[in-house]
């Protein structure tokens, strides 16, 4: 026998059906968490990338003795904590002596690992060490500019995984619509040599140029650093072709009573119904009011709710 | 000049500047930055060039642009969802052509001369809500008409449940089930009827445990108590077997045993064991009882007819005493 198992409540509902795969994906959650051994400057790190994508990332701040995102059976409970957080984007600091300053920064696929890009962080310098404008600071959210400067980008395989896995990591939401006056932050990422890159988070100044579009300038707030690719892992062909899928096409409802005219445009024709003189609905039956006042109207007697009291004019 | 240089993904307001090479390692590292920063605000510029120039609407935030999708592919974060199977329903309706249309939510209800709502509470035409049904020449009697409709109402909900499950489990099969349905299993029943799991209580709970607990070789003399742990009712074994064979001492004893119990079998239909004192007891008391009983229902039986009552209580007090008697 089977049973329909439903939620009692909406909100657990609501929350069940955020979770549910949507035709149409607009961003992902990050996970921040570290392995059993993390330097002071990775913790740093991680509460600073935590900081950059507040709202759409969660920081473990316990240890992770079995978390070794490379090996295999050191990706199961990572896989579990992808799947209890909803996350599908996670950066795994952990420090060691043949690697230290480690960050492997890495996506889900369906809760199951899709790929890893393995760095080691070096002249690392916090948020709090830059000194500039606090008006300037970004606010959290926005949406940032991205600026990847190098060939190397494009030849060398391990950067170009890097930089799509960058771009991944801080693009935020996906949106059509954009304020421009919401732009406030830019990362910038130059490669160094084929296997280095320079990762830097800038704010934004616009200034007046005198056209429509404003002068830019880069005030750096912070974090930047070194990045040094080490391991990394691309994943399955036939997983990527799978996750390359985008949503089918809508087909496009015909647009009924619009004419393209060479000369004047796009002409509308409206069509206006009858008006209904015979069967003007009544006032007394609009949905907001509540019933027994709503009936106690139709009856035209009787209930009178008690009115406000007015200020009376000294008489 | 500058577009044509850098690679721009206006959806990700991303710009990528393949030509730039560092020809030899700068030295110090505010160099580095410096290069790095210099180059980031002209890739900036560029995007920003594109993207001030798109159509814009004013809005008292700022001016809004549409952005175009994003250009660099990036993976999915979950497969696609599975589009949900036809329901049962809707296949019979496109096989028959029957098309959905629209009704309106409230009807004039003619009984009452009011505008009612379709469905729901305090619907037009409710079955369930009408005072008097007139009998009919088919009326079977003593058969409740309302009690029937009210039955036909419940099986007509029970099927839709029946078909609604029906088709969540074909949408499961294909692995498009609603996000917040899930499809449980519920307890196999046993006999046609299913019968609703009982709580245990304490004491039972406590029963199995102790069984559990005396479950070993030893008689959980050996195991360790939880705290809080009562000790055992029944420390040692029940049953003591007497040794088969005979030994010093013991072997005397099975045949005291057996002799007991055939004693007891012989003397029972024996009048020679009898204890005269006992009988004679016993038959004095019968006999004081018989005449009391006797005496009160001669007193009482004028009234017999009139107090079946009190007729009652005496007999029962008769039998009492006869068992106690006994």
Redesign the interface.
């Known amino acids: 026998?089977?049973?329909?198992?439903?939620?009692k409540k909406g909100r657990?509902?609501r929350e069940?059906?955020k979770?549910?795969?949507?035709?149409v994906?607009t961003g992902?959650k990050t996970l921040i968490l570290h392995g059993t051994k993390t330097s002071s400057i990775l913790n740093s790190l991680l509460t600073e990338i935590y900081h950059l994508k507040k709202n759409d990332s969660v920081k473990y701040s316990r240890k992770n003795d079995n978390i070794r995102p490379f090996e295999s059976g050191g990706e199961t409970s990572l896989e579990f904590y992808s799947l209890k957080t909803d996350c599908?984007l996670f950066v795994y600091g952990s420090h060691s002596k043949k690697r230290p300053n480690n960050l492997v920064l890495g996506?889900?696929?369906?809760?199951h690992i899709?790929d890893l890009v393995e760095v080691g962080v070096e002249?690392f310098r916090s948020m709090g060490s830059f000194l500039y404008d606090k008006k300037l600071a970004p606010r959290i959210g926005s949406?940032?500019?991205?600026?990847?400067?190098?060939?190397?980008?494009?030849s060398v395989d391990e950067l170009k995984h890097l930089?799509?896995i960058l771009?991944?990591l801080f693009?935020g939401e996906?949106?059509?619509?954009?304020?421009?006056?919401?732009?406030d932050r830019?990362y910038?990422c130059?490669a160094?040599?084929s296997s280095k890159i320079?990762f830097?988070h800038?704010a934004?100044r616009l200034k007046k140029s005198g056209t429509?579009?404003?002068?830019?300038?880069?005030v750096?707030v912070g974090p930047?650093m070194d990045m040094v690719v080490r391991r990394h892992r691309h994943?399955d062909e036939s997983l990527?072709k799978?996750?390359?899928?985008?949503?089918p096409e809508l087909l496009k409802k015909k647009e009924k009573n619009v004419v393209k005219d060479a000369i004047q445009g796009k002409i509308g024709k409206i069509y206006i119904p009858d008006q209904k003189v015979g069967s003007v609905p009544l006032a007394n039956?609009a949905k907001g009011v509540k019933r027994e006042r709503r009936e106690a109207k139709m009856k035209g007697e009787g209930y009178k709710h008690t009115q406000k009291k007015q200020k009376q004019d000294a008489e | 000049m500058a577009e044509q240089q850098y690679e721009i993904d206006l959806?990700?307001?991303?710009?990528?500047?393949?030509?730039?090479?560092?020809v030899s390692?700068p030295s110090s590292?505010e160099e580095?930055?410096k290069?790095?920063?210099d180059?980031?605000?002209k890739?900036?510029?560029a995007?920003?060039?594109a993207?001030?120039?798109l159509p814009?609407t004013e809005?008292p935030?700022?001016?809004?642009?549409?952005?175009p999708a994003?250009t660099?592919?990036?993976?999915?974060?979950?497969?696609?969802?599975k589009p949900r199977p036809p329901t049962k329903w809707e296949l019979f309706a496109k096989k028959k052509g029957i098309k959905k249309r629209k009704k309106e939510k409230l009807v004039f209800d003619e009984q009452t001369g009011t505008?009612k709502r379709r469905h729901g509470y305090d619907r037009v035409n409710d079955d369930s809500d009408i005072p008097i049904i007139e009998a009919k020449s088919t009326d079977e009697p003593g058969e409740d008409p309302f009690a029937e409709r009210r039955k036909e109402k419940k099986s007509k909900v029970e099927k839709q449940?029946k078909n609604?499950?029906q088709n969540?489990?074909q949408a499961a099969k294909v692995g498009a089930l609603p996000?917040?349905?899930?499809?449980?299993?519920?307890s196999?029943?046993i006999t046609g009827t299913q019968a609703i799991p009982k709580k245990v209580n304490k004491d039972e709970l406590e029963n199995v445990a102790g069984m559990a607990a005396t479950a070993t070789a030893s008689g959980g003399k050996f195991d360790k108590k939880l705290p809080g742990e009562k000790p055992l009712k029944h420390e040692k074994k029940y049953r003591k077997f007497l040794p088969a064979v005979e030994g010093s001492g013991m072997g005397a004893l099975e045949k005291q045993q057996t002799e007991k119990v055939l004693n007891k079998l012989i003397s029972k239909n024996s009048h020679e064991i009898l204890n005269v004192e006992k009988a004679v007891n016993m038959y004095n008391v019968k006999k004081e009882k018989k005449q009391r009983r006797q005496g009160r229902q001669s007193s009482t039986s004028s009234k017999l007819k009139t107090k079946k009552k009190d007729f009652k209580k005496t007999s029962k007090k008769g039998s009492s005493n006869k068992g106690k008697s006994k």
């Open positions: 026998m089977m049973r329909i198992k439903t939620p657990i509902k069940l059906e979770r549910a795969p949507k035709l994906e992902k599908s996506r889900t696929y369906d809760h899709y002249n949406k940032p500019f991205f600026a990847f400067i190098g060939e190397a980008f494009e930089k799509e771009l991944d693009r996906v949106v059509t619509n954009l304020n421009l006056a919401g732009l830019v910038v130059t160094l040599s320079f830097s800038c934004l429509v579009v404003p002068r830019m300038e880069l750096e930047s994943p990527r799978e996750s390359m899928k985008t949503a039956k | 959806g990700n307001l991303l710009a990528f500047n393949p030509h730039h090479q560092f390692p590292r580095i930055v290069v790095a920063i180059e980031g605000t890739v900036v510029q995007i920003a060039d993207l001030f120039n814009s809005d935030d700022g001016p809004i642009v549409k952005l994003p660099t592919k990036l993976p999915r974060e979950k497969p696609l969802p505008w449940e609604r499950l969540l489990k996000s917040h349905v899930q499809l449980a299993a519920t196999l029943p």
